[in-house]
């Protein structure tokens, strides 16, 4: 199975919006409504921000959202922060019982 | 509130076996409907999802490490473990055990709960 393919990097400016896409197949993305995503700062274990394609773990704001359409799901940040700033990676259901990262996204805030 | 610990690992030599421990605390191991997971990260590169192991000792691989992976569960100790064989340099990773946000295993994708993760390094 192959890595689901994400943007290396987005940029965007303070307070505005910036979406994140991760594109696979029908093997994985667009067979199930099963795409989560994770930030992960420098030198730190990931977090989940999103699962089940839109929804969000408690505690995470709801300035993230996340939504899928075919075989692309894209994660959005409204209201950007410089705190944003970092790494995003989405996550899929395979199938056979395997699950398949995307390579990663740095976000740049402006 | 569950917490996860990665063992130290070392330096391991070309071809040898890396063997990692995960230490839980906060959440018993043995509760059904739980599944426990390792993923990895090469050093400035992505994560990759090795393999679940779930109660009973069920496990699940990624098809790309499955001839050199073995997942166990000391529940006991309420540890669960990875062992990787006949490792090379591109087994240089940060290795991070982890746990779902929900139960079954449609939420096994879910890693809500993870390790600081723990460095392996492959070199002679």
């Known amino acids: 199975q192959s890595a689901l393919t994400q943007p290396r990097s987005v940029s965007g400016s303070p307070g505005h919006s910036v979406t994140i896409s991760c594109t696979g197949t029908s093997s994985d993305v667009g067979g199930y409504d099963l795409v989560s995503w994770y930030q992960q700062h420098p030198g730190k274990a990931p977090k989940l921000i999103i699962y089940?394609?839109?929804k969000r773990p408690s505690g995470v704001p709801d300035r993230f959202s996340g939504s899928k359409s075919g075989d692309t799901a894209s994660l959005t940040i409204s209201g950007l922060q410089a705190e944003d700033e970092t790494d995003y990676y989405c996550?899929?259901?395979?199938?056979?019982?395997?699950?398949?990262f995307g390579g990663g996204t740095r976000l740049t805030v402006l | 509130q569950v917490q996860l610990q990665e063992s130290d690992p070392g330096l391991v030599k070309p071809a040898e076996t890396l063997s990692l421990i995960c230490t839980v605390s906060?959440?018993?191991?043995?509760?059904?409907?739980?599944?426990w997971g390792w993923i990895r990260q090469p050093p400035g590169k992505g994560l990759e999802w090795i393999g679940t192991i779930y109660h009973g000792g069920i496990t699940y691989f990624n098809p790309s490490l499955k001839s050199r992976i073995t997942m166990s569960m000391d529940t006991s100790k309420n540890q669960f473990s990875l062992k990787l064989t006949s490792v090379t340099a591109a087994d240089t990773a940060v290795y991070y055990c982890a746990r779902p946000y929900g139960t079954g295993w449609v939420s096994s994708g879910n890693l809500g709960y993870w390790g600081q993760g723990t460095l392996a390094i492959v070199s002679s």
């Open positions: 089940d394609v839109g």
């Open positions: 906060g959440h018993s191991i043995t509760l059904t409907n739980y599944y």
């Open positions: 996550c899929s259901y395979g199938g056979s019982h395997n699950w398949v």
